[in-house]
């Protein structure tokens, strides 16, 4: 069985000094003396001046500006705040998808800071309240052509292949629940 991105973190963690030659507490010392304040700049700092492999320099930059999940979490209750100020009226939108996603089976449910990954195997869905009138669905299905609602995802996320724009509650009908379905069936 796959670990969850929690688990895989953790073995990252715990690996870092053998794969990397420093602790994780090292390299966020490194990457904060840099200078570097965004994300990119950490990851292309560390890949470029000490050869860190793309994952390792990733989790270093996150832990350095504590923009992770976990980091997140210990303090937000990241879904309410995804779900807060002028996008509250989109909650139920979520709702409906989450009711939706959990009728397909087991499923894992990570809330990230600006969006909700849903794992079953591997990530089939994501859920973005990308607008305060409106929620994407994003969902991978790589063998779906797109048509009508269901649109290719574009520069939405390159993490999934379509994207579902939602406004209401009642968007989230036979149709987005079949491609949730087929999403998670192929994960």
């Known amino acids: ?12 963690i ?4 053998d794969k990397t030659g420093k602790s994780l ?13 965004k994300h990119g700049e950490i990851v292309k700092l560390l890949k470029a001046d000490h050869g860190m492999t793309h994952g390792f320099a990733n989790l270093v930059a996150h832990k350095t500006l504590k923009s992770d999940a976990g980091s997140l979490s210990e303090t937000t209750d990241l879904v309410a705040a995804q779900y807060a100020g002028d996008k509250v009226a989109l909650k139920p939108i979520y709702d409906a998808l989450i009711r939706a ?10 809330p990230k800071k600006a969006y909700v ?8 869905a994501i859920i973005q309240p990308s607008t305060k009138t409106r929620v994407d669905l994003g969902l991978n299905m790589k063998s779906e052509s797109a048509k009508g609602r269901l649109e290719i995802s574009g520069s939405f996320n390159a993490m999934v292949s379509h994207r579902v724009r939602l406004e209401k509650a009642t968007d989230v009908d036979k149709d987005i629940k079949t491609w949730i379905k087929k999403a998670w069936s192929e994960a």
Do not use: T
């Not at 069985?1 to 990252?12: G, K």
């Not at 507490?25 to 304040?37: C, E, F, L, N, P």
């Open 117 to 124: 990954s849903l794992r079953r195997s591997k990530q089939f």
């Open 14 to 17: 715990a690996n870092f000094k």
């Open 1 to 12: 069985m796959p670990q969850s991105p929690d688990d895989m973190a953790n073995a990252m």
């Open 25 to 37: 507490d090292q390299w966020i010392v490194i990457a904060k003396k840099s200078g570097a304040a």
């Open 101 to 110: 996603a959990k009728s397909c089976g087991a499923i894992e449910i990570a």
